[in-house]
């Protein structure tokens, strides 16, 4: 019994990981892909945005 007790640990890690995997993979693309790509698009705009008020306010 003692190699099913030295088994079952990796064998979790490794379905976890694979679920994991999968997860990744299958929300990869599609209508999650043009939301992530709109949030991320969005936060660029506003770091740009405060930078570019930023050096305004230094050249005044």
Known sequence: ?????????P???????IGVVRVIVKTQGGTAKAKED???????ARR???RSGSAAAQDA
């Not at 019994?1 to 640990?9: E, I, N």
């Not at 064998?11 to 990981?17: E, K, R």
């Open 1 to 9: 019994m003692d190699y099913v007790s030295a088994l079952v640990p």
């Open 11 to 17: 064998v979790v890690m490794a379905v976890f990981f």
């Open 38 to 44: 709109a949030a991320v698009d969005a936060a660029i």
């Open 48 to 50: 740009e945005a405060a």
